[in-house]
């Protein structure tokens, strides 16, 4: 299908202002959809304007709006309190395609605050986008319940602000749901869900089938999880998401034998458990190529003999050995004021 802008009337009413053809070319994919939106607020009020307007404009903090503009200012786009960035050197045509193949730097993550909604943001946000509208009432049925306003702002944020489909965002209601079922005690709350959305986005989940093989993996670190805290003796409790990915990596790594092989060392060697000392073993072990428990017993062997007295140098005798001299004979020999000989 092609598009077409339409020339007259509606979104022309206002007025317009020129944009670089390189956002289009070049930053489309560069710059995040917020730094996109910023230099657009910028380009329409004449080339200049504060942290404070663009955060206003966006629903965002000041201080997210200057993090925003530090990646146009690192290319040399904008500038700030009207100090110039210095121009880069002149690069030969030969050096410029060179570069241009290198592979480019990665993009600094910007963190930035979801806006906050008040309740005639959400009815507006629903009436907008009926897909909006369609997932609070889903989400209630997922829920079995109302929905507070809380959770309310996070869904409409999910989509509006992260750009999560609506089907995701039900599937990852349906896992939280199935974790507050199972812990009654320790139920998650909005911030739990937010957190999962945050990593989904930066772990790149944009469709269904990716949601779901989250959603198995999610599953299998609970399930080792259950098993790791069985055998460190640790009561029983619910991970955390970075817990959880611990135990993932673990099991990318090793088999539960040699899981098992790092909880007991950790046993060993400290007074309560210690999933973070397990985790440590762990590492040092893939670094060191240790796969088996063969492996682990050449190891600890090692180390035992690095611990061991070392054998005396020639001509002195080790410490915990029969001493060279008679001492019996030295104490008779100084009663005798008899000469001694070493």
């Known amino acids: ?57 966006l629903g965002i903090t000041a201080a997210d709006a200057e993090e925003l503009m530090e990646f146009w200012i690192s290319e040399k786009v904008v500038s700030a309190d009207g100090i110039l960035p210095a121009a880069p050197p002149a690069a030969c045509p030969v050096q410029a395609e060179t570069d241009e193949k290198k592979t480019a730097a990665p993009i600094k993550k910007i963190q930035i605050t979801a806006p906050v909604l008040t309740p005639k943001d959400i009815v507006a ?21 109302t929905l507070s306003h809380n959770e309310r702002e996070m ?15 039900l599937m990852i209601l349906q896992y939280w749901r199935s974790v507050n079922e199972k812990e009654h005690s320790r139920a998650k709350g909005v911030a739990y869900v937010l957190k999962i959305a945050q990593n989904w986005m930066e772990e790149g989940i944009q469709t269904i089938e990716d949601a779901e093989e989250k959603l198995k993996s999610l599953e299998k670190g609970d399930r080792l999880w259950a098993e790791i805290i069985s055998l460190a003796g640790i009561s029983h409790k619910k991970p955390t998401l970075k817990q959880s990915e611990m135990v993932l990596e673990w099991s990318r790594n090793f088999s539960i034998e040699m899981i098992s092989c790092a909880i007991e060392q950790m046993r060993e060697n400290t007074a309560s ?3 973070p000392y397990v985790n440590k073993i762990l590492k040092q072990w893939k670094k060191n190529g240790i796969k088996t428990p063969a492996d682990v017993a050449v190891e600890k062997e090692r180390f035992e003999k690095s611990k061991a007295p070392k054998q005396a140098v020639k001509g002195y005798d080790r410490i915990d050995g029969e001493p060279s001299y008679n001492l019996n004979k030295i104490i008779e020999n100084a009663r005798n004021n008899t000469e001694i000989k070493y």
């Open 125 to 145: 946000a629903a009436q907008e986008n009926p897909e909006i509208a369609e997932l609070l009432n889903e989400a209630q049925i997922v829920l079995g319940r």
């Open 155 to 169: 869904l409409v944020n999910m989509v509006d602000f992260y750009g999560m489909k609506t089907e995701i965002v």
């Open 1 to 57: 299908m092609d598009y077409s802008i339409v020339p007259i009337g509606g979104i022309w009413n206002s007025g317009s202002f020129n944009v670089p053809l390189a956002l289009s070319d070049k930053y489309i994919k560069l710059a995040s959809e917020y730094q996109l939106k910023a230099l657009l607020i910028i380009l329409s009020t004449n080339g200049r304007n504060s942290s404070g307007e663009i955060a206003k404009r």
């Open 273 to 275: 458990p210690s999933l």
